[in-house]
């Protein structure tokens, strides 16, 4: 997929990690994505708040003070219908319908790469 197909879209990254933030940041500025952070759960929350038209959450799912479980399941009840794909170290067979039935849209596998996050967003934010 062409990055540009990215371009004027909101991504929301939520990654406590400052290595993997970066690295995320680094890819999706190249998109032209408009790009907003939050390092924990409630912080990513508050950014959806004053954030409405968000497209898409890149979710972390271990995070401290709130972490990306709990924060999709207090989106979703919320009503919130932004594409929300968690991105986890930690993935198990029969992960993949655990988390479609948490309110994740999709997951990624860490180490992710360009290719991978770039092609796996866009699959999303094109439906748009």
């Known amino acids: 997929m062409e990055l540009d197909t990215l371009k004027g879209k909101k991504i929301l990254i939520v990654e406590d990690?400052?290595?993997?933030?970066l690295y995320l940041n680094k890819?999706?500025?190249k998109s032209g994505a408009v790009i907003f952070n939050a390092a924990d759960g409630k912080e990513a929350l508050d950014t959806v708040q004053k954030n409405a038209d968000i497209d898409l959450i890149l979710m972390?799912?271990?995070l401290p003070l709130l972490?990306?479980?709990a924060c999709t399941k207090i989106l979703r009840e919320?009503?919130?219908k932004m594409v929300i794909i968690a991105?986890?170290?930690y993935a198990l067979t029969g992960d993949q319908?655990?988390?479609?039935?948490?309110?994740f849209n999709d997951y990624l596998i860490k180490p992710i790469s360009q290719k991978q996050l770039i092609d796996k967003i866009s699959?999303?934010?094109?439906?748009?």
Do not use: R, V
Request: negative net charge; aromatic residues 10%.
């Open 17 to 21: 990690d400052f290595s993997s933030k």
């Open 27 to 29: 890819i999706l500025e």
């Open 60 to 62: 972390d799912i271990q």
């Open 67 to 69: 972490d990306g479980y």
């Open 78 to 80: 919320s009503g919130n």
């Open 87 to 89: 991105q986890t170290a």
């Open 97 to 103: 319908e655990s988390m479609i039935s948490m309110g």
């Open 123 to 128: 699959s999303y934010l094109l439906k748009c």
